[in-house]
T-cell receptor, first 116, second 115 residues
Framework: AQKITQTQPGMFVQEKEAVTLDCTYD???????LFWYKQPSSGEMIFLIYQGSYDQQNATEGRYSLNFQKARKSANLVISASQLGDSAMYFCAMREVNTGFQKLVFGTGTRLLVSP | GAVVSQHPSRVICKSGTSVKIECRSLDFQATTMFWYRQFPKQSLMLMAT?????????EQGVEKDKFLINHASLTLSTLTVTSAHPEDSSFYIC???????????FGQGTRLTVV
């Protein structure tokens, strides 16, 4: 079964607008962490934001915020005031604490294109 | 954030030869390192998890004898692709996590081309 689902293969947004990238997850582990990474064309993986399953507040990091809806098992990334440099692949990932190895499982990614 | 350095960034090798890729955590001790493989326009697929001083745990379908992983110290893990073939051509990327870290930090990745 797919652990992490990103249903949007591609998204377009105009500069300065906000965009939401969807992510749903599946786990029976009560303790888990959710991550978003950005991968530009250079290939490096850039950590953006983290949300723990027990966190009461939605995580925010600058222009990035995570819309965490635990009951719906969704962890959407919101990018406010998009910039041209935000064009990249975005991956949602989950870490189940009880696996013991803290490995990350990634979704298939969403390619974001920001236009002027 | 913490820095993970991966080397080389690009390598071209002849079919049948072996290639070693290094992953170093520069400013923290990595208790666990992960090796991923990424095909073009696809997601990262976990190959193996390695803990310092112990044998790596490979994901299902990953050949242990083909992809040798060594994690001899808290700052260095290596992936050796043995007897490489063109189908091994891919983007390989490592990540590391330390005891104090919540997130995993990634290396820059290695683009391997086997000709």
């Amino acid at each position: 079964a797919q652990k992490i689902t990103q249903t949007q293969p591609g998204m377009f947004v105009q500069e300065k607008e906000a965009v939401t990238l969807d992510c749903t997850y599946d786990t029976s582990d009560p303790s888990y962490g959710l991550f978003w990474y950005k991968q530009p064309s250079s290939g490096e993986m850039i950590f953006l934001i983290y949300q723990g399953s027990y966190d009461q507040q939605n995580a925010t990091e600058g222009r990035y915020s995570l819309n965490f809806q635990k009951a719906r098992k969704s962890a959407n990334l919101v990018i406010s005031a998009s910039q041209l440099g935000d064009s990249a692949m975005y991956f949602c990932a989950m870490r189940e604490v009880n696996t013991g190895f803290q490995k990350l499982v990634f979704g298939t990614g969403t390619r974001l294109l920001v236009s002027p | 954030g913490a820095v993970v350095s991966q080397h080389p960034s690009r390598v071209i090798c002849k079919s049948g030869t072996s290639v070693k890729i290094e992953c170093r955590s520069l400013d923290f001790q990595a208790t666990t390192m992960f090796w991923y493989r990424q095909f073009p326009k696809q997601s990262l697929m976990l190959m193996a998890t390695s803990n310092e001083g112990s044998k790596a745990t490979y994901e299902q379908g990953v050949e242990k004898d083909k992809f040798l992983i060594n994690h001899a110290s808290l700052t260095l893990s290596t992936l050796t692709v043995t007897s490489a073939h063109p189908e091994d051509s891919s983007f390989y990327i490592c990540s590391a996590i330390g005891t104090a870290n919540t997130e995993a930090f990634f290396g820059q990745g290695t683009r391997l081309t086997v000709v």
